[in-house]
C-alpha cells in the first residue's frame, strides 16, 4: 500500500462556489489532526489551542475551490484515518478547534446539523468518510446523519483495472424524499415530516435529518417500534401461547395521549395475515389508506405468533446461533447471551440498550445483525419473499435477503425511503447497514481496495449513472 493516495474531485453541480476540505487524523504523524491545504498536496496541523480556550477559528484556510461545474481538481492525500470530505455550496464551512486532540494538537469542532446556533447550520454541506492505511483505502457515502442537497458519487479503480462504483442520488435529490416522508406521515400519523430541515425564511429543503435525531427538531418517535418488539417476542418465544391468543395479532400499546385501541380483529388465516404485515399487499395498494390523527398514530397490523427459533448467521467462528424468550417479560436468549427488549431510540441509534457492544467477540457479532433486523423490520415476520406460496418456509435467519427489507408497517422508512432514492439503492442510513448476507451485494455505499490506483469523487449528482465504470471526466 502506498503512503499516498490521488483523488479526482468533480464538481456536478451548477454552480462554480463548490468548496471541498479534507481532514482526518495522520497515520504517520502521531494520528494528529490533519487537513490538506489548497494547493491540493501540503498538509496543514492545527495547533491545540491554551487548555480552557475553545472554538477558536483555524489559523488557514484549507477550502480547495472545485472550480466551474464538471470541473476537476486533483489532490494528494497521505494515509489518513477516520477521514472526512467534506463539501458545501455557495458557502464556506467553519471548522473550529478546541485543546487536547489526538497527537498532541488540536481538537476538531465539526459542523453541526443538530445545533442551531452553529455557524453551519444554514450552509449546504455533505461529506464521505474514509480511511487510507497500510491495509486498503475503504470509503462510503452517508446517511447515517442526514441527506444533504449535495449527493455524492464514489469511484474507485485498482491498480488491477477493476473498477467500484456508488452511484449515490441524482441532481436535487430533496424534493421528492421529502414528498416521500410528507406521504408517510399522512400514511401513518408518525411525525417523518418533521426530519425535513428547511432553509429560514423559505419553504427550501435544506437538508433532512436521520431519525435517530428526531428530537433536535421536536419530532418525537417514542413508542414507534415497541409493536414490533413485542411481535418479535411473541414470535420467538418457547412453547407458543395460551389457545385464546394464537390466532390474534398481539396488543398494540397505544402511545400515552391516545385514548383505547380498538378491540383486536377477527382471527384470520396465516396467509393473510402476512399478507397484512407487508407494506405493499395488494390489499393496501388498491387504495390510499384513511389520513390518521397525528395525535393517534394507527395501529398496524402484525403477524400470527408462529413460535420459531430466531437464527442469526454471525458470519464468524461461532456460525448461526439460535435463540428464543421463555416468556413475554423475559430477555431474548441468543446462544449464551441475553437481549433485553430494545425500545425505539435503541432501535434507531443502534447502539444503547441491548445493542452496546462488550468484551464478548460473540455478542458482538449479533448485535449488528440483530440490530438491524429490527431497523429492517426482518425480525418479526417470515421475511422470504415467496411465503406466500410456502407458508413453511418461514426465513428466521438474519440477516436475510434485501428484498425482504422495510415490508411491514412499522420499519424505518427514513432508511427505506433513502435507499429508494439512491440510482444503485446504496448508501448507509443506519449504523449497520453494511450487515447483509454471505456474499451479498453491498447496501451500504462502500469502495475499497487492497491496491488502490484513483479515486474518483464526485459532487452534486449531476450525470450520474449506475454501473462499475469509470465516469467521463
Known amino acids: 500500500m502506498p503512503d499516498s493516495l490521488t483523488i479526482q474531485l468533480v464538481n456536478r453541480t451548477t454552480t462554480q462556489n ?45 477550502a480547495i475551490p472545485l472550480g466551474p461545474p464538471n470541473n476537476t481538481v486533483t489532490v494528494t492525500i497521505p494515509q489518513i484515518a477516520g477521514g472526512r470530505i467534506w463539501f458545501s455550496a455557495d458557502d464556506q464551512l467553519n471548522f473550529l478547534l478546541n485543546p487536547g486532540g489526538p497527537g498532541g494538537g488540536a481538537a476538531l469542532v465539526e459542523p453541526s446539523v443538530l445545533n442551531p446556533s452553529d455557524p453551519n447550520s444554514q450552509v449546504n454541506f455533505t461529506f464521505c468518510e474514509f480511511t487510507l492505511n497500510n491495509d486498503q483505502l475503504f470509503a462510503n457515502i452517508s446517511y ?39 406521504a408517510q406521515a399522512k400514511k401513518d400519523g408518525w411525525p417523518w415530516d418533521k426530519l425535513i430541515v428547511r432553509k429560514k425564511g423559505t419553504n427550501e429543503p435544506l437538508r433532512i435529518l436521520n431519525p435517530t435525531h428526531a428530537n433536535a427538531v421536536g419530532a418525537s418517535f417514542d413508542g414507534y417500534f415497541e409493536p414490533l418488539v413485542e411481535a418479535a417476542w411473541q414470535k420467538y418465544r418457547e412453547g407458543g401461547f395460551d389457545q385464546p391468543r394464537q390466532n390474534q395479532p398481539p396488543p398494540i400499546p397505544p402511545r400515552p395521549e391516545a385514548a383505547p385501541a380498538p378491540p383486536p380483529r377477527p382471527p384470520k388465516p396465516r396467509n393473510l395475515l402476512s399478507k397484512l404485515l407487508h407494506r405493499t399487499s395488494s390489499t393496501a395498494s388498491n387504495s390510499p389508506p384513511p389520513v390518521p390523527s ?43 447471551e441475553k437481549f433485553t427488549k430494545p425500545t425505539t431510540a435503541d432501535i434507531f441509534s443502534c447502539n444503547t440498550g441491548p445493542f452496546v457492544t462488550g468484551p464478548s467477540p460473540l455478542r458482538n457479532a449479533i448485535i449488528p445483525r440483530l440490530a438491524a433486523s429490527f431497523q429492517r ?97
Not at 504517520?28 to 480556550?53: C, E, I, Q, W
Not at 398514530?297 to 458470519?315: D, W
Request: net charge negative.
Open 377 to 473: 423490520s426482518t425480525i418479526a415476520h417470515p421475511p422470504r419473499a415467496d411465503c406466500e406460496s410456502d407458508p413453511s418456509g418461514d426465513c428466521d435467519e438474519h440477516p436475510s435477503r434485501p428484498e425482504t427489507f422495510y415490508k411491514c408497517d412499522i420499519t424505518n422508512h427514513y432508511s427505506r425511503i433513502v435507499h429508494e432514492c439512491n440510482l444503485d439503492g446504496k448508501g448507509y442510513a443506519f449504523a449497520y447497514d453494511d450487515v447483509q448476507i454471505d456474499e451479498g451485494e453491498d447496501q451500504s455505499g462502500k469502495v475499497n481496495a487492497g491496491d488502490p490506483k484513483v479515486w474518483v469523487v464526485e459532487v452534486g449528482g449531476r450525470d450520474s449513472y449506475v454501473g462499475n465504470k469509470m465516469p467521463v471526466l
Open 294 to 336: 397525528h395525535s393517534r398514530p394507527p395501529q398496524f397490523a402484525l403477524p400470527t405468533p408462529v413460535c420459531k427459533t430466531l437464527k442469526i448467521n454471525t458470519q464468524a467462528g461461532p456460525g448461526i446461533v439460535t435463540g428464543s424468550v421463555r416468556s413475554s417479560d423475559a430477555p431474548l436468549i441468543i446462544s449464551s
Open 144 to 182: 447515517v446523519d442526514f441527506v444533504s442537497r449535495l449527493p455524492v458519487a464514489l469511484t474507485l479503480q485498482a491498480q488491477s483495472g477493476a473498477v467500484q462504483h456508488v452511484s449515490g442520488m441524482p441532481f436535487d435529490p430533496l424534493p421528492k424524499i421529502s414528498a416521500s416522508l410528507e
Open 18 to 62: 463548490v468548496f471541498a476540505y479534507i481532514t482526518g487524523l495522520a497515520i504517520k504523524n502521531n494520528m494528529a489532526r490533519v487537513f490538506l491545504k489548497p494547493d491540493g498536496h501540503s498538509l496543514y496541523y492545527p495547533k491545540s489551542p491554551p487548555t480552557g480556550v475553545i472554538l477558536q477559528p483555524m489559523a488557514e484556510d484549507c
